[in-house]
């Protein structure tokens, strides 16, 4: 059998990815079949099946990299000093991929499919449970410091920073006049008011 | 041709839309036939088709009496004397919506279907702006009456209620911890924090 070199390996598998995240942005999920995905990649069936046994684990794979890459935003976030400061800058990048168009409609294209298949709604869960346990950390520490209200339990913090994220997300997919810039500001002022009252 | 009483006619109208909402609720908009909604109403296609042309348009008709539901609600909220606490009320009516897994796997199918067909689409986006003008109307009110902070522009805080809603279903259809009775607490606290800093 012929050896596969590892850093190969790992490139056309995320040229697989590209190839298909590109697909699914323009046409969703059901509409793009493997073949399209192929044609996209510029590869054979036969060789995108060494990656990925069917379409579902390319998009199973799509959300676990969405995950991993939260997870390492965060993992540097939190060796910042000003903990506040890095939440207001990843909720400036939510607000900068949601006006990204095709990032947006795979995002939505996720969490309809995670609510019409079981197994990739355990995976968009999964990342869910870990954004939030991330936000938790960064508030806790950010209490712990002064930089935000530590009277607010930082599970609930969390829990509705997750909520306006997903909201940052409707609001781009259905609301023409939510202005990007203009509600980076805004948005700002809220977090600011509700997570350190005294400063806002 | 028979005379049909117009109040009848409504009433068998509701029956359908009311058996159409328990079968969509139950399997999603794809996953109803005409003929299921039939049985759910009692009722055989030829009735059914005197009312709706077609699934889309009782699907539209639902979305439409939603429309006109929260407008009804907003009039009365607006005859109000405290429209912050008109505010808080509707958010906890938002957040009981929101626990009512029917509704809740409706109001997901609705968003979803917004995105697939343009003209469920446009219905949606035009319930979506006129909850705006309406949460913008009270805002502008409740400021004139120093119920809220006057230099947030009303249209700004409309658009990040409507993000919160949005994100209300999403945490609800995501995340099993969102305990419904705890997190009305805390939006009442981000709320009042936001809208109203020197009272938060």
Request: proline content about 2%; hydrophobic content about 50%; some cysteine.
């Amino acid at each position: 059998m012929r050896k596969i070199d590892p850093v190969k390996r790992a490139a056309r598998r995320q040229q697989i990815l590209a190839a298909a995240i590109a697909c699914f942005s323009r046409q969703g999920f059901h509409q793009t079949s493997t073949a399209q995905i192929c044609a996209e990649a510029g590869m054979s069936p036969g060789n995108l099946f060494h990656y990925f046994a069917n379409k579902k684990a390319i998009i199973a794979a799509i959300v676990e990299d969405e995950g991993r890459q939260t997870l390492a935003y965060f993992e540097k976030a939190l060796e910042a000093q000003d903990l506040f400061a890095q939440l207001l800058g990843f909720m400036d990048l939510v607000l900068e991929l949601g006006g990204d168009r095709a990032y947006l409609k795979l995002s939505l294209e996720i969490a309809a499919e995670g609510q019409r298949d079981a197994e990739i709604g355990l995976l968009a869960a999964a990342n869910d449970r870990a954004l939030q346990e991330a936000l938790n950390t960064l508030l806790r520490n950010a209490a712990a410091r002064g930089q935000v209200d530590a009277s607010l339990d930082p599970a609930d913090g969390a829990r509705w920073i997750a909520a306006l994220i997903d909201g940052i997300f409707n609001r781009l997919a259905v609301d023409p006049g939510f202005d990007i810039n203009r509600q980076k500001n805004v948005l700002k002022l809220l977090l600011t008011r509700f997570l350190r009252p005294a400063a806002g």
